[in-house]
């Protein structure tokens, strides 16, 4: 299975959805419940929230956020966070 993801290089996008789907695990259920859409583009996470409140917390904790999300990743998968 592992040749075969590679050879298709698919293997990064797979990655990335294993990420993001444990966005809970990472930010915690109040954050996760107000997120709307998730995205990972060239290094960048982009966030759309549906409250100011979190966008806040969110931008206070960016830096942690990012530290857990390589931490989980094994790897660098995201330099910066952008909020919507």
């Known amino acids: 299975m592992a040749h075969y993801v590679s050879s298709m290089g698919?293997?990064?996008?797979l990655e990335e959805v294993s990420l993001l789907s444990k966005w809970g695990e990472i930010v915690?259920?109040?954050?996760?419940?107000?997120?709307?859409?998730?995205?990972l583009i060239d290094g960048i996470l982009?966030?759309?929230?549906?409250?100011?409140v979190m966008r806040d917390v969110l931008l206070n904790t960016r830096s942690l956020i990012i530290?857990?999300?390589?931490?989980?990743?094994?790897?660098?998968?995201?330099?910066?966070?952008?909020?919507?």
């Open 10 to 13: 698919i293997g990064d996008k």
């Open 28 to 39: 915690g259920d109040p954050v996760a419940k107000r997120t709307t859409g998730l995205k």
């Open 67 to 84: 530290s857990r999300i390589n931490e989980m990743a094994g790897k660098r998968m995201v330099k910066d966070i952008y909020l919507k």
């Open 46 to 52: 982009h966030i759309e929230l549906n409250s100011s």
